[in-house]
């Protein structure tokens, strides 16, 4: 189309425009040392497949450091910690699987000679000290924290370690808090890491003595001391005050921070993001050096920080824009349109913003920013292998059978071939659905057999005749019907439903638990709307039953009439289900002479008679529930019902009170716009119909028919 001629023509003069360049300078000369780090990494090999976005992953980490390094031959690499897990409280599969995940993790850090890793609590607290040590010995990637010790007050790691780049000799050194919270974005709980080490045998020393101990340590044999810290956000800005000769400081643990980059006594306090989204990048310039490096400590410098983010921000923007102008397939045409139009406009505001910098100060400088790990970074083979190796790694684990753990058959979890006899519109429905290949999603990036992943992929774990171990979820597979109504081997061998009415009573309660505020941020808000896409096609009626299916009504209004104490509802209603509808009637019938003042009695029965086209038998019974309890929804819609044939407009005005009560009921308005219909009222059923689906989005599909036929 012309359209997309022009556009095409438009997209290639900015991706051939690239970055708006600057005249080479003193001020725009590459920086004379390159800082790279990670921190609270969190355990995200990959970055979960649930949310959105989806930047990160080690691969892409990986392969923008290594990048970063080939351009910069002063660049060094670190990271801060917490790397395999955010969680203190972890379920024991995804406990016992997080030595492969270290590996995984280390693996990558030598391939991009990480030379220091700052002591996290969670990787300390869930790998253990021994562990530790044979991880950083085995990759050559050293641990460093200054105040963890046995109780004999001796240090179990390193406190520092000198390296040398650009010809400077950096000073690497880390520090643990006394208290921390979870190194995650929301709901984190605190930390007692004091407590937390003397249980296993340990002692933190504190930060403040040992901090003035190492410093003084590495200022005399170093030109600039790098604090790899593991105190968080506050006690960084405190370690600043206290040490001025410190000449960054960075971590995860953000705390109070509000931004970003922080300078305090002019001292750079750094700020990560979480689960390997970013990579911070902090360079330094020195055109007057000696003004920096003297006697009395670092000089003065100029945060440039503005003028890399913003850079940073246009390259990103670009290379966004050319991956989203590449899958127009993939999200049909008007929604690709919406997302070139947006990051054409994030770039031209980021070049807009690049114009408008002044020029960059001469002087000794520093420059901050957290580069976003965006799908277009190329990916890095050594870590994409070191996630194989992890997925294999999951796989030996799990799916090996060794004594003692195969778990028990499903029996309490039937699965969908179990519901289809009986219910096969509802399992034909299910299939059409992404609940049915739930699992397949993960099979096909290999992280089926991830304990921190397929439990919300699969039915049935850690339940009462579930499974309890991954490599165990045969015929447990996708999100099946019981993920839903629950274990049903009591109902598939005759006995009653193992629900009543209302599936989702409180709007997506049983839903929530995958679809939370992390995965799916915005399903409160869409929950009614995403049930609908998912919610079975109502039962098929009573008389077009399969016998199966009448056989397990029978059966279950046996066992129900039985018991000493019988429960009439259960009874009626395992009666309609098997289409012994005169039967029905007569248990009601029988119900209701033995308690004629009571509500339910009177209602059932006034259901009953309304399926054999009796109701009017029960007017007298309904309008006494009505004269005590006006606001009953159930006697409205009896009433309605019964009306229908011989008075259709006090039928109308029951069946709107009706739905009145209760507007999330689909029946409820079905029988106002039928009862329209009957009184040709059409213009007016539609008008109605239109309002109600406008107001509760699942009636799209339970009114289909009607609003089809008033088309």
């Not at 931004?259 to 990579?279: C, M």
């Not at 001469?362 to 580069?371: C, E, G, I, M, Q």
Request: charged letters at 25%; one cysteine or more.
């Amino acid at each position: 189309t012309r359209w997309k001629r022009v556009f095409g023509l438009a997209l290639t003069l900015l991706l051939t425009a690239g970055m708006i360049s600057c005249p080479e300078t003193e001020a725009h000369k590459k920086s004379d040392l390159l800082l790279l780090y990670t921190a609270t990494i969190n355990g995200f090999v990959e970055p979960c497949g649930c949310v959105a976005g989806q930047i990160g992953g080690i691969d892409r980490m990986a392969g923008y450091i290594e990048d970063e390094q080939a351009a910069h031959p002063a660049a060094l690499y670190v990271d801060g910690g917490d790397i395999v897990a955010e969680d203190l409280l972890l379920e024991k599969n995804v406990l016992e699987q997080l030595p492969l995940k270290a590996e995984a993790f280390f693996k990558t850090f030598e391939s991009l000679g990480c030379e220091a890793v700052g002591l996290g609590e969670m990787d300390l607290l869930h790998l253990g000290v021994e562990r530790l040590q044979d991880l950083a010995e085995r990759f050559s990637v050293p641990i460093l924290c200054g105040n963890v010790a046995n109780r004999q007050g001796e240090l179990l790691f390193p406190e520092s370690r000198i390296v040398e780049r650009g010809g400077k000799r950096i000073g690497l050194f880390s520090l643990l808090a006394p208290k921390l919270n979870e190194a995650k974005a929301k709901d984190a709980l605190p930390v007692d890491v004091v407590a937390q080490l003397r249980g296993r045998g340990m002692q933190l020393l504190s930060w403040r003595s040992r901090a003035a101990e190492i410093v003084a340590d590495l200022a005399p044999r170093t030109d600039v001391i790098v604090c790899v810290s593991h105190l968080g956000f506050d006690l960084n800005q405190r370690l600043a005050q206290a040490q001025p000769e410190i000449d960054v400081i960075l971590g995860g643990h953000f705390g109070a921070a509000d931004a970003d980059t922080n300078v305090v006594e002019e001292t750079p306090v750094l700020v990560s993001f979480v689960r390997g989204s970013r990579v911070g990048r902090m360079e330094w310039w020195w055109p007057e050096e000696k003004k920096y490096f003297n006697d009395q400590g670092h000089g003065a410098l100029v945060d440039a920080s503005r003028w890399s983010t913003v850079k940073m921000n246009l390259r990103v923007a670009t290379d966004e824009l050319e991956d989203i102008y590449l899958r127009e397939a993939e999200f049909g045409t008007e929604l690709w349109k919406r997302k070139v139009d947006g990051k054409i406009g994030e770039k031209h505001i980021a070049e807009v913003a690049l114009r408008n910098l002044p020029e960059i100060p001469n002087k000794n400088r520093f420059a901050h920013t957290l580069v976003p790990m965006h799908r277009q970074l190329l990916r890095h083979e050594g870590a994409l292998q070191a996630t194989d190796d992890y997925h294999d790694g999951l796989e030996q684990l799990w799916t090996g059978l060794r004594a003692g753990e195969r778990d028990a058959p499903g029996k309490q979890f039937p699965g969908p071939d179990k519901c289809q006899a009986c219910h096969p519109d509802q399992v034909e429905f299910w299939y059409a659905t992404r609940h049915s290949f739930a699992l397949s999603a993960l099979e096909t990036t290999n992280q089926h057999v991830d304990a921190e992943c397929f439990m919300c992929h699969t039915v049935g774990y850690r339940q009462e005749g579930g499974f309890r171990r991954p490599g165990r979820h045969q015929s447990f597979e996708n999100v099946q019907c019981a993920a839903c109504h629950g274990p049903g081997a009591g109902h598939v061998v005759g006995g009653p439903s193992y629900f009543e009415q209302t599936l989702y009573p409180d709007g997506g309660s049983t839903c929530a638990t995958c679809h939370n505020k992390e995965h799916d941020p915005k399903f409160p808000e869409q929950a009614w709307a995403k049930l609908a896409r998912v919610s079975c096609p109502p039962l098929r009626s009573p008389e077009l039953r399969s016998e199966p299916m009448r056989e397990a009504g029978r059966e279950a209004a046996r066992v129900y009439a039985a018991q000493e104490s019988i429960p009439w509802t259960k009874v009626v209603r395992s009666l309609w289900a098997a289409n012994e509808i005169e039967a029905a009637v007569r248990a009601s019938e029988q119900w209701y002479a033995e308690n004629p003042e009571r509500n339910a009695p009177a209602i059932v029965l006034a259901e009953s008679l309304n399926l054999v086209g009796r109701g009017m038998e029960a007017m007298d019974a309904l309008e006494k529930v009505l004269a005590k309890d006006p606001t009953n929804v159930r006697a409205w819609y009896a009433k309605g019902l019964a009306l229908r044939e011989s008075d259709s407009e006090a039928a109308l005005q029951a069946a709107l009170e009706a739905y009145s009560l209760d507007p999330t009921d689909s029946r409820r308005a079905r029988l106002v716009i039928e009862i329209y219909v009957d009184q040709g009222r059409l213009g007016f059923a539609k008008e109605n119909l239109l309002s109600m689906i406008e107001g509760n989005p699942p009636f799209t599909k339970d009114l289909e028919d009607l609003r089809l036929l008033l088309d």
